[in-house]
């Protein structure tokens, strides 16, 4: 009686599928964090509301990520337990929800505190700045007076990023996406989460300000 071999199949090598399917594992679960974040900061409620009060109140999740996915170095907060300050150049589009929705919350291991920036302020004092596209002209001096801290700028106007701003929001075909400048994070000393970076348009310094 004739006997055959068994047959083996063999396993995908890893250095093709397994690599590739890894990394659509990390986008998913990087895309998956984005959005129960905006859904969990009420970012995604529809009808019956201004469009202009949905972006922003998606912006502010964002905003919210970008802050618990990015590592400051220690000696950006005085002590283990100063709060993480979220600053708003110019006036609040957020319609005070950034206090409400943010008030008791934690990023990158700090309380979140809320500050309204005026232009004789010292940016230096804030982790983050959030600039309006209406503010353009003073986000050249703030991205000037910042270069070097510890300081996560983000904007909202085109060239925000090639300016020296580290992250930009950017509405392409009515979706938010964002830009992510690694020269000037890495110049503030900022580590920025690779499920962050994972969704960004990487972008880099083209002029200074």
């Known amino acids: 009686m004739e006997t055959r071999a068994p047959k083996i199949d063999h396993a995908p090598s890893p250095s093709s599928a397994g690599l590739s399917e890894r990394r ?21 409620r ?97 991205l000037s007076a910042v270069r070097g801290s510890n300081t996560l700028t983000v904007g909202e106007s085109r060239g925000f990023a090639e300016l020296g701003g580290v992250i930009n929001l950017v509405l392409d075909d009515n979706k938010l996406r964002f830009e992510v400048n690694l020269n000037a994070a890495t110049q503030s000393r900022l580590r920025i989460s690779s499920k962050v970076l994972a969704l960004a348009k990487i972008v880099s310094t083209e002029r200074t300000p």
């Not at 659509?24 to 995604?44: D, F, N, P, W």
């Open 24 to 44: 659509r594992l990390r986008v998913r679960t990087a895309m998956g964090l984005l959005l129960c974040s905006a859904l969990m900061l009420g970012s995604a």
């Open 46 to 142: 529809a009808g019956g509301e201004n469009d202009d009060d949905g972006e922003y109140r998606l912006k502010l999740a964002f905003i919210y990520n970008f802050a618990q996915f990015t590592q400051w170095p220690p000696e950006a907060f005085r002590d283990p337990a100063a709060p993480l300050t979220v600053c708003v150049v110019g006036q609040d589009p957020f319609a005070g929800e950034m206090e409400q929705t943010l008030h008791g919350r934690r990023a990158a291991g700090h309380p979140v505190e809320i500050k309204r920036l005026k232009l004789e302020d010292d940016p230096k004092g804030c982790h983050m700045i959030f600039v309006r596209a209406n503010e353009k002209r003073a986000a050249g001096k703030i």
